[in-house]
């Protein structure tokens, strides 16, 4: 099992800059892809970035493509997402979670999520 902690949310102006950090602990976390998600409000959960165990791939949502870089860092248990240029429409609750499935796009192939982390982009 793995339990994990977003933290690096916040509020900041458009075209600004935030860096999100998602902890993890718990066996086996440097085998699995890991994703990340948001939701706004009124909105459904949605895909935004997701990485593989080694960090070798990456995959975007066309809407942060080009503005967020995911990482990770398997000796220290974390996934990064750094995200650049930031707009408006980028205000959301940002999750983290494992991928247990076959789909990294599929919310529904994801388990053990974390609390998430409000991020807030002023116009």
């Known amino acids: 099992q793995v339990q994990l902690v977003e933290s690096g949310g916040g509020l900041v102006q458009a075209g600004g800059s935030l860096r999100l950090t998602c902890a993890a602990s718990?066996?086996?976390?440097?085998?699995?892809?890991m994703g990340w998600f948001r939701q706004a409000p009124g909105k459904e959960r949605e895909f935004v970035a997701a990485?593989?165990?080694?960090?070798?791939?990456?995959y975007y949502s066309d809407s942060v493509k080009g503005r967020f870089t995911i990482s990770r860092d398997n000796a220290k248990n974390t996934v990064y997402l750094q995200m650049n240029s930031l707009k408006p429409e980028d205000t959301a609750v940002y999750y983290c979670?494992?991928?247990?499935?076959?789909?990294?796009?599929?919310?529904?192939?994801?388990?053990?999520w974390g609390q998430g982390t409000q991020v807030t982009v002023s116009s």
């Open positions: 718990g066996r086996a976390f440097s085998s699995y892809t």
């Open positions: 979670a494992v991928l247990v499935g076959g789909s990294y796009i599929q919310e529904s192939e994801y388990d053990y």
């Open positions: 990485i593989s165990w080694s960090g070798s791939r990456t």
